[in-house]
């Protein structure tokens, strides 16, 4: 029936074209919205993970209240207080590093970790100055914990193990205060002591908050300005394989009070995001899909009825309910397939093109210089099971009318 | 062993109304038959029940011996490709297809289209229209298409040949045209041809003319000539 099939298509061509059109653009623009969607989203995830590391471990203490002082000041008395305590930590920090640095040392999942200490400073060059997160590194762990080398723009990030006091700053920050390698920086803490230092290097993660509001510096340095000598606040960890990284965090949970987080529960707005946004891509080819699905199963339920009396002498000749089927089933099986096979080409030819597209504007979120595209195997199988399956259920409940028909009732009627 | 009925009845709908009323006759292999009669007198719904087109509500229908209610529905479907032949008073060929595959279309179903092309060329040539073969049938005469529709019917030399008021959309010339076909058929290959027609004059051609009446047998006579 195959032959017939064709030529029933063939027949009526612009007919089958637009119903192949339906089904191309549908498969072509769930590649093309899936290929950018998650082109970017991997960006995304890649240095969301290089900026936050595959897991972190970080001092989570609760504020100081009425209750954190029971105890300490009347022992086994009732204590009311006038203006009850209400405060924070200071400087947040892990309560016994060390203990952390052993047992990541010994864990086989994990490929490197860099303490670290962020302190809050104003960071001033000439009448200009902007607050920022003043995170304090050792150089050489840091650069194997995460792709800071890969992100450095100018100079070198490995000067800041030299111990001077050099900092290394995002390349937002230093836009807007005007910054050069080589130039020198006031670092004012939170009790307003300055401190003059070096500008080793510029950095760009391309994520703008992190560029526009962090900058790097020794270890030492950074905790003496934060007046909290010897203190870690957060440990950044890398896993040879990320995947691992929320049951890792689970794990270590486990030993401590202090937060460990994977870098997907860390950027948990960003995950919901994508789950929505998969969503979205997915309601949107259905939608897509379900309305060439409908163009289709129109055509082909009007050539059943036109073709009842043809339907009937085919069925005098001995052709079976089954060969009628196939007839028509076949009909939307080679739209669904050919629509698919040709959304293929259409969207990524789309998909090329958009590639050469140069991306300006600062509101973008991340630096990037062109549209990305991510190129994957399953956006393809994906969308052509979907066109297929359209095809198949467009031509089905029609194919099944026609093989009900009685060929008897159709002469009778036709006479 | 020919086609052998026995008490033959069909009513549609609800209540019931009766179409075939008891009708029991035999046709012999090789018989020319006519069955003619009034509008609505039953001969086509007769002709759907001898071709086993349309079972009927009671009665037994025996083609060659073989009781029809009883085969499987694919036995019959292979009983009415090899055996039965089938014209109707509209051509109802495959608009899509040319005049050559829409004849080749029986045997497409067993995959012997390429084996039986000099077959069908050969009808063509016997029902002169072989000049139409690469044609789609929207582009030739309704002569040549009926003429056409009967080669189909005739392409895998059935022993039965079914014709429902055959001349019925045709001029009178190709309305003869149409009868010396299968007087021809008849004559030369015994194909046993059952045809309803209400044109006495192409019922007169016919070995034996059986005539129905509000669903009963009203006559049932053989040419004595033929």
Redesign the interface.
Known sequence: MFFLAVRQLLSRPRQTLLALMGITLGTAAFLTISGIMLGFRQLLINQLINSTAHVSISADKPPVTEHSLDGVFFPGALVHWTVPPFAKDESPHLEYPQGWFDLLDKAPEVKAYSPQFTAQVLLARTKLSRPCQLVGVRAAKQALATDILDDMVAGNFMDLDKGGFEVVVGSGLAEKLGIRQGDTVNVTDAKGQAYPAKVAGICQTGVNDVDDSTAYGPLDFVQRVGQAPGEVSQIVVRLYNPDLARQMAAQWSLLTKEKVQSWDEANASFTNVFKIQDLVRFILIFVILVVASFGIYNILNNMVNQKRGEIAILRSMGYEEGDITRLFLLQGVALGALGGLLGMVLGTAFCLYLQTIPITGAAAIIKVSHVLVAWRLPNYIYGFSMAFLSGVLSGYFPARAASRMSPIDILRSEG | MGLKLNDIRKSFGTPPVNVLKGISFEIKDGEFVALTGRSGSGK?TLL?VL?S??PPTSGSLKVDGREMESLA??DL??????H?G?V???H?L????TCLENIL??A??TGRQVELQKDALKLMRDFEVEHVKDKVPGKISGGERQRVAIARALLLKPKYLFA?EPTGNLDSASGEKVMKIFEQVNRKHKTTVIMVTHDMGYANRAKRRIGLKDGAVEFDRKSKDR
């Open positions: 086509s759907y071709s087109l349309d529905p694919s479907h292979q009983f009415r490709n090899l039965m089938f109707f008073q509209f109802y495959l608009p899509e297809l279309m029986p497409r179903k429902d």
